[in-house]
């Protein structure tokens, strides 16, 4: 029995590692459903981000780039890819992980840079504030269909900002949302 | 084709070790073998050690453990310290098992992160220990240890650690979310349980072999009065 043992526990535990990360991430998932988390801005967020910045950007899914248009890729703040949502109920990624950012366009510009050339910006300056032109190449006045008079959303910990990137000042913990709306 | 390096320049040192970037995977292998390294050399100390010097193996056992935690640590909760220090219990009794509990829990917590999870650590190492003391005469028959017995008890042992440590989250969470806590690190408390049982089937036979020959035999008590104990 001992003898059998060291195989068997040594084969179990390498299935476990392996399928760990997805094992943990769908457990989590349906743990998290049991606390009432709407008003949790990290909801749905890897755990390793509580308490940190986060930068999402969200696409309608026609619109979205060949790499963001499955579920919602998770990005840390070097760059790294380690994780996917295909779950998720929005289509694009979150780059986090970010800390001591207190101003909305230094957290933005910071996850931007933190991806390469993945996630260019488009911006006009106008005598009122900034306005985001396009987002990875996504700019909404160009979509056709149900996008009349789309334009690039802001919202700061899940509600909608009412003031620019430029003036919004960041909690430790909070999260920007790029998302289309139309008016 | 002959290649000529120059190691005076400045830029030498981009040839050390420093300049070569190993992966998880790589830093892993490496771990590994600096632990098995270290439990052969620790293996070989012993055997030079003479019998009865209990207190000493207890210190050598902590090394490794210590070692063991720290150089898995990126394997996540897969480490040896609940099975050492459950056969700590099982050999040495409860006292000197709480003793190389906390030892270990302080001693890598300097190295991991140290806070007030330590002394969540360190109980609930001591829990494990004291289960194996309690459950010795059940575990360890006729001079072996029972395998499947141990295994089973030490994969009880990781949820029962882990749950303790876990109560450390009350500070900061209500009880409600403390369940679902509790319920979220199930897949961690399984991993736990079953590196426990990994290590059982491969260390708890020649760790208990070292730790029976270094049991320190029962101190010989004087009898007061010999000659009216005689019946």
């Not at chain 2, 790589?26 to 052969?40: C, P, Q």
Request: glycine share 8%; hydrophobic share 50%.
């Amino acid at each position: 029995m001992s003898d059998s043992l060291k195989p068997i526990s040594l084969g179990i535990l390498v299935l476990l590692l392996v399928s760990f990360p997805k094992i943990s991430t769908e457990w989590a998932r349906m743990t998290a459903e049991l606390v009432d988390e709407e008003d949790d801005p990290h909801f749905g967020l890897p755990d390793i981000w509580d308490g940190q910045q986060v930068v999402c950007i969200h696409f309608p899914e026609a619109e979205a780039p060949e790499d963001f248009d499955q579920g919602r890729i998770h990005i840390d703040y070097d760059g790294t890819e380690f994780m996917s949502d295909v779950e998720w109920n929005e289509t694009g990624a979150c780059i986090g992980g970010f800390s001591d950012h207190d101003n909305g366009w230094s957290l933005l510009n910071a996850a931007i840079n933190s991806t390469g050339d993945t996630f260019l910006l488009n911006i006009t300056q106008y005598s009122f504030g900034l306005m985001v032109d396009s987002i990875a190449g996504v700019d909404p006045s160009q979509m056709s269909g149900n996008f009349s008079g789309a334009y690039w959303s802001l919202y700061h910990n899940g509600a909608l900002s009412m003031i620019g990137i430029t003036e919004l000042e960041l909690d430790s913990d909070s999260v920007i949302t790029w998302r289309v709306d139309t008016w | 084709m002959k290649c000529k390096l120059n190691l005076t320049s400045k830029g030498a040192h981009m040839f050390d070790a420093h300049a070569v970037a190993l992966g998880p995977q790589g830093m892993l292998v490496i771990n590994i073998t600096m632990l098995s390294l270290i439990g052969w050399a620790l293996w070989r100390a012993e055997q030079k050690l003479s019998s009865g010097s209990d207190l000493i193996i207890l210190v050598l056992l902590g090394a490794f453990a210590v070692s063991g935690r720290i150089l898995l640590d990126p394997i996540p909760n897969v480490q040896p310290v609940t099975v050492i220090v459950l056969l700590a219990g099982i050999h040495f009794g409860a006292s000197r098992a709480i003793a190389l509990a906390a030892a270990v829990a302080l001693c890598s917590n300097m190295l991991l992160g140290h806070g007030l999870w330590s002394l969540y650590q360190a109980v609930g190492w001591s829990v494990v220990g004291i289960a194996g003391a309690a459950l010795s005469n059940r575990l360890y028959v006729n001079g072996r240890i029972l395998i499947p017995t141990l295994a089973g008890l030490a994969a009880v042992s990781a949820f029962a650690f882990d749950w303790i440590v876990s109560l450390s989250a009350l500070h900061s969470l209500s009880n409600e979310v403390f369940l679902v806590y509790l319920m979220t690190g199930i897949p961690y408390d399984l991993l736990h349980a079953a590196g426990n049982v990994v290590f059982v089937a491969w260390l708890a036979n020649p760790l208990s072999e070292v730790m029976t020959r270094h049991i320190a035999p029962p101190t010989p008590t004087a009898v007061r009065d010999p000659v009216s104990s005689r019946v």
